[in-house]
């Protein structure tokens, strides 16, 4: 392995036989690089024995892995300042715990109803299909999981999933997520989509994946074909740095995108890797120009262990101020904090909104300048029941849809006598 690896990394132009190994997803999968005498040798870097210590100590619990490809596109020369690097290899500072630090942040493991889904939101579902990952992201919000045992769960285990969605009728949108479901076979991941795509509520499935970032090569021919295969599916990708985009990278995106699948990404920010607006701005333009929108950029998670990566929330709200009106409105993503204790994404940003009076509002643009939209005057306000002539007409509405409104939009309801929200506990 590691001479193919060199080969790919020292000579111009490696051979074809070296260059059809590297190519090959399933070659990538069984070289995996989870030691650090490896990342030594194929860098042509040598650490301290203290350092070699440390990250022992890391690595013994939170384990690495790293494909040939993506080790391949860090700066041996440069390594220690390399956002590749600090992405995939381990840090002693993984090992410290802060005060806030927490197990599972988005307690995911608390609103789940039956083992692998995570339902906490009215009409769509987080379904963990894998706890398999080609590289493992040091920065992971699901870290407490990284490197479990006997990970692809069994088509048994599955169908326990696939049961509380038949069973309930809101979801009308599953988010298949991981570890990363592109590490599924073929026909695993043919035979999922196909019962999801069976159950008549389900409208969307979307797939969250780094496969494109880590492992380009695992979207081939067949894999497209089975997603094309399915319907609606989309895809969230994960890229944080403008250097992931790479050839390799391209041709998968290129791929997807011609089998006519939405493409998204959501990144998160990271402290030393893409907490600048240079950066951000140069990776969001070149995921639209490879047809892929930019989706969310999250503040990092609370996660045990991760407190080096995170930034201050202004840096976030500092790169939104740089992108919202500096470039395309569809090159800016949605800045979001996904709160602690399952309260889920909430978006935060600059202030646009200045002030208001009953007729007008006061709104400043990305330039500063200050500006008066005034409203109608004679703008009649029609109390909703949710059951008005117009609305049922236009909608087609079955009687019986959008019964309950929750949380804020409850307060603002016609139909919903409720005036407060009580914090419980
Ligand atoms: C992120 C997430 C979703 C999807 O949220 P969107 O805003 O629709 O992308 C759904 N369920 C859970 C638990 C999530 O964390």
């Given at each position: 392995?590691?001479?193919?690896?060199?080969?790919?990394?020292?000579?111009?132009?490696?051979?074809?036989?070296?260059?059809?190994?590297?190519?090959?997803?399933?070659?990538q999968?069984?070289?995996?690089?989870?030691?650090?005498?490896?990342?030594?040798?194929?860098?042509?870097?040598?650490?301290?024995?203290?350092?070699?210590?440390?990250?022992?100590e890391?690595?013994d619990?939170?384990?690495?892995?790293?494909?040939p490809?993506?080790?391949?596109?860090?700066?041996?020369?440069?390594?220690?300042?390399?956002?590749?690097?600090?992405?995939?290899?381990?840090?002693?500072?993984?090992?410290?715990?802060?005060?806030?630090?927490?197990?599972?942040?988005?307690?995911?493991?608390?609103?789940?109803?039956?083992?692998?889904?995570?339902?906490?939101?009215?009409?769509?579902?987080?379904?963990?299909?894998?706890n398999?990952?080609?590289?493992?992201?040091?920065?992971?919000?699901?870290?407490?999981?990284?490197g479990?045992?006997?990970?692809?769960?069994?088509?048994?285990?599955?169908?326990?999933?696939?049961?509380?969605i038949?069973?309930?009728?809101?979801?009308?949108?599953?988010?298949?997520?991981?570890?990363?479901?592109?590490?599924?076979?073929?026909?695993?991941?043919?035979?999922?989509?196909?019962?999801?795509?069976?159950?008549?509520?389900?409208?969307?499935?979307?797939?969250?994946?780094?496969?494109?970032?880590?492992?380009?090569?695992?979207?081939?021919?067949?894999?497209?074909?089975?997603?094309?295969?399915?319907?609606?599916?989309?895809?969230?990708?994960?890229?944080?740095?403008?250097?992931?985009?790479?050839?390799?990278?391209?041709?998968?995106?290129?791929?997807?995108?011609?089998?006519?699948?939405?493409?998204?990404?959501?990144?998160?920010?990271?402290?030393?890797?893409?907490?600048?607006?240079?950066?951000?701005?140069?990776?969001?333009?070149?995921?639209?120009e490879?047809?892929?929108r930019?989706?969310?950029?999250?503040?990092?998670?609370?996660?045990?262990?991760?407190?080096?990566?995170?930034?201050?929330?202004?840096?976030?709200?500092?790169i939104?101020?740089?992108l919202?009106?500096?470039?395309?409105?569809?090159?800016?993503?949605?800045?979001?904090?996904?709160?602690?204790?399952g309260?889920?994404?909430?978006?935060?940003?600059?202030?646009?909104?200045?002030?208001?009076?009953?007729?007008?509002?006061?709104?400043?643009?990305?330039?500063?300048?200050?500006?008066?939209?005034?409203?109608?005057?004679?703008?009649?306000?029609?109390?909703?029941?949710?059951?008005?002539?117009?609305?049922?007409?236009?909608?087609?509405?079955?009687?019986?849809?959008?019964?309950?409104?929750?949380?804020?939009?409850?307060l603002?309801?016609?139909y919903?006598?409720?005036?407060?929200?009580?914090?419980?506990?």
């Amino acid at each position: 392995m590691i001479e193919v690896t060199k080969q790919k990394l020292d000579q111009e132009t490696p051979t074809d036989e070296a260059l059809k190994k590297w190519n090959d997803w399933k070659w990538q999968e069984q070289n995996l690089i989870k030691d650090v005498k490896t990342v030594e040798k194929i860098l042509n870097i040598k650490f301290t024995e203290e350092e070699r210590k440390d990250i022992q100590e890391t690595i013994d619990i939170f384990p690495m892995s790293i494909t040939p490809y993506y080790l391949s596109l860090i700066d041996s020369k440069d390594y220690k300042n390399d956002p590749i690097f600090k992405q995939a290899f381990p840090d002693k500072r993984e090992l410290h715990i802060a005060k806030y630090d927490m197990l599972d942040p988005l307690a995911e493991d608390k609103d789940s109803p039956v083992s692998g889904i995570t339902h906490r939101y009215p009409d769509r579902v987080l379904f963990h299909i894998s706890n398999v990952c080609a590289m493992y992201c040091r920065h992971c919000t699901r870290k407490r999981k990284v490197g479990d045992k006997d990970c692809i769960p069994s088509r048994e285990q599955m169908e326990q999933g696939l049961d509380y969605i038949r069973n309930t009728p809101v979801i009308r949108d599953v988010l298949l997520s991981g570890g990363d479901p592109f590490m599924l076979s073929d026909e695993l991941l043919d035979w999922i989509l196909g019962e999801l795509n069976k159950i008549e509520h389900v409208e969307v499935i979307r797939i969250g994946t780094r496969i494109p970032v880590v492992l380009p090569f695992r979207v081939t021919d067949n894999l497209v074909n089975i997603l094309k295969k399915h319907g609606t599916v989309w895809i969230n990708t994960h890229f944080n740095h403008p250097k992931e985009i790479t050839n390799s990278a391209k041709e998968a995106l290129r791929k997807l995108a011609f089998a006519g699948i939405p493409l998204g990404n959501q990144s998160v920010l990271l402290a030393d890797i893409n907490d600048c607006p240079r950066i951000m701005k140069r990776l969001v333009h070149k995921l639209v120009e490879n047809r892929v929108r930019p989706y969310y950029l999250y503040q990092c998670d609370l996660s045990e262990g991760l407190e080096h990566f995170r930034t201050s929330v202004g840096k976030g709200i500092e790169i939104m101020e740089s992108l919202r009106g500096h470039t395309s409105g569809f090159a800016v993503p949605t800045y979001v904090i996904d709160a602690p204790g399952g309260a889920g994404k909430i978006p935060v940003m600059p202030n646009y909104l200045m002030s208001w009076s009953t007729n007008k509002v006061i709104l400043r643009n990305y330039e500063g300048m200050i500006s008066t939209y005034q409203e109608p005057s004679d703008y009649r306000h029609d109390v909703c029941d949710l059951n008005c002539e117009t609305c049922n007409l236009q909608l087609k509405c079955q009687e019986g849809e959008e019964k309950e409104a929750i949380g804020i939009a409850k307060l603002i309801a016609d139909y919903n006598e409720v005036i407060t929200l009580t914090p419980s506990e």
